[in-house]
């Protein structure tokens, strides 16, 4: 009788530690799953080298483009009472075109500040439409979003938003040709002016 009382005790003794060590496993696995998740999420952002705003309605002509911290060109203008339908030409950091439409990335808008009563935004997928609410000023960013969670925007508050006039100016588009020749250099000469800037490019071109 004390021999298989030993017996069926050293027995359970195994099992339990047995389960132990499965339940030690099973948190092991949990841990890194939980892990690679997280380097999932971390690695979520778009690397961008290159956004251009279009117009779709003009040949897909380009409005603006981000140089840096800033934008260059601009500012974009919208009629009053009427919209705009733009598009964006978007390049990853190897150079390489993004289609939007084939990545799942949706173009949106947001507005800098205050101008929820001069223009509004209706994104489309690849492109979006600006409408222009009431005559006046304004700046805004744009964003790539993909599941509802915004993996690039342009320069915002911080930096140098786009400028966007609604009103019956017409619409000055980027000369690609002539516009090689912009270099860094000439970013000293709008720092201190804020939206004056897109002046000083407009006379050269």
């Given amino acids: 009788m004390t021999a298989n009382k030993r017996s069926t005790s050293r027995r359970t003794l195994l099992a339990s530690s047995g389960s ?6 099973a948190g092991c696995l949990s ?3 939980d892990g690679d998740n997280g380097s999932d999420d971390n690695g979520s952002d778009l690397e961008v080298e290159a956004f251009q705003l279009l117009d779709r309605d003009h040949d897909e ?21 009427d919209n705009v339908s733009l598009g964006a030409r978007v390049e990853d950091e190897d150079g390489e ?4 439409e084939e990545a799942g990335l949706d173009l949106e808008g947001e507005l800098v500040g205050d101008g929820d009563d001069i223009v509004s935004f209706e994104s489309h997928g690849d492109h979006i439409h600006v409408e222009g609410e009431e ?4 700046d805004v960013v744009f964003q ?10 342009t320069p915002g508050d911080d930096e140098r ?8 100016e017409d619409q000055e588009y980027v000369d690609e040709d002539d516009d090689h020749g912009h270099d860094h250099d000439d ?4 720092d201190d002016d804020g939206h004056d800037h897109d002046d000083g490019h407009d006379d050269d071109h």
């Fill in 61 to 81: 002509d380009v409005i603006a483009y981000v140089h840096g911290d800033h934008w260059d060109h601009g500012p974009l203008v919208v009629p009053e009472g």
């Fill in 97 to 100: 075109e993004i289609d939007l």
């Fill in 31 to 33: 841990d890194d799953d």
């Fill in 161 to 168: 938003p786009l400028e966007v006039e609604v009103g019956d």
């Fill in 187 to 190: 970013d000293h000469d709008h």
């Fill in 135 to 138: 005559e006046g000023f304004t």
């Fill in 20 to 25: 132990l060590a499965l339940l030690g496993f």
């Fill in 144 to 153: 790539l979003v993909e599941d509802d969670e915004v993996v690039y925007e």
